[in-house]
């Protein structure tokens, strides 16, 4: 397994054990360097002093904090390790609240949390609980020179956590809201035939960044002298009679289906064993 993030104990009432967290995702993209135009030698940001007026090896760097316009107090590592709390090296459950409850705009980075030595029992035990329970624990730890809380909950194999948004950071929109008045009962209909033809399994692997996929398609024609292929752009028409745009995102979920259905009757009526049944119901008709 990776690297860990944080290794301390997670404690509930009067249980502790070891544990670690590993990040449990993180984004993928394809970065690009600064170059000079010219002769393509790479550019390198250079730190300056503004009082000085010329470039400043980074050992002479130093934390500074300002407290009033352009005057600093310095901060050195020290100081912060000083006031560094106890949930710096233990994670304290705080409470547990039930799973429905938790919106996930909260929901920042998240984490897989693994015990350490010695911390299987324990461990199995949270997390046995938690699933049948259906709650999740909120906890708070120090780490990446902050305080955080953290939902931990549980997962397919092990305990999720994921750093929690406080409620302050969270923009809270006043014209963020909707107008259900505004939806008619056929529309309402209609939109949720449309979500049950697009109905399907939960299935991340299916799911790509072609945008990625393209950057990297087109780096790679670069290299080797080619002409880069521009992708087509979608074609977004305006929305002008919901209902008829409905109608015509249903009748276009509805057009493989119906043709694999004609072509299915059609080799069915082609096949020799077909013929002799359909003269028996004439003649039965007949009769």
Same mark, same amino acid.
């Given at each position: 397994m990776a690297s860990s993030v944080w290794k301390g104990h997670l404690t509930f009432g009067l249980v502790?054990? &070891?544990?670690?967290?590993?990040? $449990?995702?993180?984004?993928?993209?394809?970065?690009?360097?600064?170059?000079? #135009?010219?002769?393509?030698?790479?550019?390198?940001?250079?730190?300056?002093?503004?009082?000085?007026?010329k470039p400043v090896p980074r050992s002479e760097l130093v934390k500074g904090y300002e407290y009033e316009k352009d005057h600093y107090v310095e901060i050195d590592d020290e100081d912060i390790k000083k006031v560094a709390p106890k949930t710096a090296k233990v994670m304290e459950i705080l409470e547990f609240v039930k799973s429905d409850q938790v919106d996930p705009i909260y929901l920042e980075s998240s984490y897989y949390v693994a015990p350490d030595e010695g911390g299987e029992k324990p461990y199995a035990l949270l997390f046995q609980a938690l699933r049948e329970s259906q709650y999740y624990a909120l906890a708070k730890v120090a780490m990446h020179n902050?305080?955080?809380?953290?939902?931990?909950? &549980?997962?397919? #194999?092990?305990?999720?956590?994921?750093?929690?948004?406080?409620?302050?950071?969270?923009?809270?929109?006043?014209?963020?809201?909707?107008?259900?008045?505004?939806?008619?009962?056929?529309?309402?209909?209609?939109?949720?035939?449309?979500?049950?033809?697009? @109905? $399907?399994?939960?299935? &991340?692997?299916?799911?790509?960044?072609?945008?990625? @996929?393209?950057?990297?398609?087109?780096?790679?024609?670069?290299i080797?002298?080619?002409?880069?292929?521009?992708? &087509?752009?979608?074609?977004?028409?305006?929305?002008?009679?919901?209902?008829?745009?409905? #109608?015509?995102?249903? $009748?276009?979920?509805?057009?493989?289906?119906?043709?694999a259905t004609a072509a299915a009757s059609h080799d069915q009526e082609a096949l020799p064993q077909e013929e002799e049944p359909k003269k028996r119901v004439r003649k039965s008709q007949a009769g």
């Open positions: 502790s054990f &070891p544990i670690r967290l590993f990040s $449990a995702a993180r984004s993928e993209t394809i970065s690009f360097n600064l170059l000079h #135009k010219e002769d393509h030698s790479r550019i390198k940001q250079v730190v300056y002093c503004q009082a000085e007026e902050r305080e955080h809380i953290i939902v931990l909950r &549980p997962g397919s #194999k092990g305990i999720l956590s994921h750093t929690m948004y406080y409620n302050d950071e969270i923009r809270h929109v006043e014209e963020f809201r909707t107008d259900t008045s505004l939806v008619k009962d056929k529309e309402l209909a209609m939109a949720k035939m449309l979500i049950s033809s697009l @109905e $399907a399994e939960f299935e &991340p692997q299916k799911y790509r960044d072609e945008y990625r @996929e393209n950057l990297q398609k087109m780096i790679e024609a670069k080797e002298g080619k002409k880069v292929v521009a992708t &087509p752009s979608a074609h977004v028409a305006p929305v002008i009679d919901i209902m008829e745009a409905l #109608k015509k995102s249903l $009748a276009e979920k509805k057009k493989p289906a119906q043709v």
